[in-house]
């Protein structure tokens, strides 16, 4: 086995190497002038089943053609197996068309990994679950929610929770966490959404006064939604409102939104690179994903079971 990182997110990809206990494959994936991404490997990795780290965050198009041109260089010296392991699948909110003459782009996302030689995607809370199926090879979709509970009742006594979806959209994901919270309550935000990024709470669905509410979702990206539904939460009587997100994309002035916010605290995992600003940020924490990763990998190479690590 061996594992290949990208440029995407490097201290994911040593941390999951540190978990695994080995190396990262030596290799250069760098930028001639006219920035074309050039690709080599300088380990032997004929026979061997590679595993390449590689987010497709921003700048997404440059680090999905890391990834392409390292599954190919990968596939032309004769690797046995290459598994794309994505911690955060860039382009995965394009996956239905919204209106007329608009693409499907994270299907044809899925169409360039498989056609570049992947033999199988491993990836980090999709968007939605459906995009397992746009791949034609094996896909294994990890959750964060384990590691997002564990964090939660390790900084609380499990008293007073309730675990608040910030659209409908997302009352699977909230119902799974609350569940590992003992089963604690759910609410739900209402929302319309008039254009993308942007959206307008309507009202809360569930009694959330007194409550100290664990708001759930998947990506943050402008942060606006997050927002409006933690204030929305404190105007209807929350106690605070705390925030997990899989995937920190914080564009535009995301941080500066939410550290001025009503959130008390935003937790993101390391699927994507956190910026400085974001480090920097008194209202954001980081929590690491690679332990996780590393134990899906370890157990895809063993050919056992990874579903098993959700039960």
């Given at each position: 086995m061996k594992i290949l990182a990208g440029n995407s997110n490097l201290p994911l990809a040593r941390a999951i190497a540190g978990y695994l206990e080995m190396p990262l494959t030596q290799a250069d994936v760098r930028r001639f002038a006219d920035e074309e991404v050039f690709v080599e490997i300088h380990e032997n990795v004929r026979g061997e089943d590679v595993f390449v780290v590689q987010s497709t965050s921003f700048p997404a198009n440059d680090n999905l053609m890391e990834l392409l041109i390292c599954i190919d260089a990968l596939r032309r010296a004769s690797a046995k197996r290459i598994t794309a392991v994505l911690p955060y699948f860039g382009y995965a909110r394009q996956d239905r068309k919204p209106g007329p003459r608009t693409p499907i782009s994270a299907k044809l996302v899925a169409n360039l990994i498989t056609t570049a030689g992947a033999d199988r995607v491993l990836a980090v809370d999709l968007h939605a679950g459906q995009i397992q199926g746009f791949f034609d090879i094996p896909t294994d979709n990890l959750y964060a929610a384990p590691v997002m509970a564990a964090d939660i009742l390790a900084r609380s006594s499990g008293q007073g929770l309730m675990v608040v979806s910030p659209d409908v959209g997302g009352v699977v994901r909230a119902?799974?966490?609350?569940?590992?919270?003992?089963?604690?309550p759910l609410?739900?935000?209402?929302?319309?959404?008039?254009?993308?990024?942007?959206?307008?709470?309507m009202n809360i669905i569930g009694d959330v006064s007194g409550q100290h509410c664990i708001l759930i979702d998947d990506i943050i990206d402008s942060g606006g939604t997050l927002v409006n539904a933690a204030q929305a939460l404190i105007d209807d009587g929350a106690a605070s409102v705390t925030a997990y997100l899989s995937h920190g994309v914080l564009s535009g002035k995301a941080v500066e939104r939410v550290?001025?916010?009503?959130?008390?605290?935003?937790?993101?995992?390391?699927?994507?690179?956190?910026?400085?600003?974001?480090?920097?940020?008194?209202?954001?924490?980081?929590?690491?994903?690679?332990?996780?990763?590393?134990?899906?990998?370890?157990?895809?190479?063993?050919?056992?079971?990874?579903?098993?690590?959700?039960?």
């Open positions: 119902r799974a966490l609350a569940k590992r919270l003992n089963n604690a609410a739900i935000v209402d929302k319309r959404r008039d254009k993308p990024g942007s959206s307008e709470v550290t001025t916010s009503a959130l008390k605290e935003l937790v993101i995992t390391d699927t994507i690179q956190a910026t400085e600003e974001a480090l920097a940020s008194p209202r954001i924490r980081v929590l690491s994903i690679a332990p996780l990763i590393g134990e899906a990998i370890h157990r895809i190479a063993e050919e056992s079971s990874v579903s098993s690590l959700f039960d």
